[in-house]
């Protein structure tokens, strides 16, 4: 059983940073992928960024690009996510998921972590 849990979100001023953490309770797999997605109240869960275990190779949303950066911790099966130039529309909850080795989709998901933005 895989366990996902994330940290780090709380209210923050528009164009403040903040860090949010996910860590995977399990040493014993074998990711092709972690991702960070959020979801608005009142809207679909939508896809912020993604990083490829074994290359490192990250990818981001159009309107995460630039301003986050996702990272990774191979030893601590950790990912990070860093907000910087917050604004009061990446209000959202944040999850982390996982992709197995072979699966083409995302099999494992954090309960997530609340991010406010105000102006």
């Known amino acids: 059983q895989v366990q996902l849990v994330e940290s780090g979100g709380r209210l923050v001023q528009a164009g403040e940073s903040l860090r949010l953490s996910c860590v995977a309770s399990?040493?014993?797999?074998?990711?092709?992928?972690m991702a960070w997605f959020r979801q608005a109240p009142g809207k679909e869960r939508e896809y912020v960024s993604s990083i490829r275990w074994a290359n490192g190779d990250t990818y981001y949303s159009d309107s995460a690009k630039g301003r986050f950066t996702i990272s990774r911790n191979n030893a601590k099966n950790m990912i990070y996510l860093q907000m910087n130039s917050l604004e009061p529309e990446d209000t959202a909850i944040y999850s982390c998921?996982?992709?197995?080795?072979?699966?083409?989709?995302?099999?494992?998901w954090g309960q997530g972590t609340q991010v406010t933005v105000v102006s």
């Open positions: 998921a996982a992709q197995g080795v072979g699966s083409s989709t995302y099999n494992w």
């Open positions: 399990t040493r014993n797999k074998h990711w092709y992928a």
